[in-house]
Each structure stands twice: as C-alpha cells, then as structure tokens.
C-alpha cells in the first residue's frame, strides 16, 4: 500500500503560481511513477502530468505545457507540481496518483494508476 497525501491548493489570482506537493509513504517511493491530475466540477477527470520513478521523464498536457512543471525528490519521499501563469480554467480538485512502474514511461491514463491522493483544491480568480 502507498498512502499520497497531497497539499499546497488554495486560491490565487489569475497570473499568479502555485506548488502542489504529493507526500508518499508505505512503499520505496522510487519504484513509482507519478502522475498529477484534475477534475473540475461538472467535468471528467484529465490528465496533468507525470514523471517517471526516477525523474529524468516527464510528460504534460498540451494544456500545461510551458506553465506546469512536476518534479520529484525521492529522498524526501515527494513529488511537485509547480503552477505558474494560472488561469480561471485551472481551477480544479487536483490529486496525484502512483503507479509501480521502472521505466521511462508514466501513463496519462488515469486508470493505469494504482493509489491516489485526496485531492487539494485549486482555484484561480479572474
């Protein structure tokens, strides 16, 4: 089992940033892949981004691209994602997701992943 408890939501003006992090324990971190994803209300959950166990790999949605960027630190049993240039349509519960995997990839398909967080919310005003 790996418990993910994610934290660092809240609200932020249009323009303005944030850093998610995704806290890990149960299981050596290293040996999984992690992915980050939203749902907004009314909405189908999407993809945000992930990394691989290691880090050297990560991947994003077209969305993000540019102003997200995930990161991990293994020693600390944690992985980021950092939010600049928010928008109103960012706004989102926004939960993180792991996934035994060694490898470079980490899927986009949220049903690939094994443990999910609780979910932090994010909201950007206008």
């Known amino acids: 089992q790996v418990q993910l408890v994610e934290s660092g939501g809240g609200l932020v003006q249009a323009g303005g940033s944030l850093r998610l992090s995704c806290a890990a324990s149960g299981r050596p971190f290293s040996n999984y892949a992690m992915g980050w994803f939203r749902q907004a209300p009314g909405k189908e959950r999407e993809f945000v981004s992930a990394i691989n166990w290691s880090g050297g790999y990560t991947y994003y949605a077209d969305s993000v691209k540019g102003r997200f960027t995930i990161s991990r630190d293994n020693s600390k049993n944690t992985a980021y994602l950092q939010m600049n240039s928010l928008k109103p349509e960012d706004t989102a519960v926004y939960y993180c997701?792991?996934?035994?995997?060694?490898?470079?990839?980490?899927?986009?398909?949220?049903?690939?992943?094994?443990?999910w967080g609780q979910g932090t919310q994010v909201t950007v005003s206008s």
């Open positions: 997701a792991a996934l035994r995997r060694i490898g470079s990839h980490a899927p986009n398909n949220g049903n690939e992943y094994d443990y």
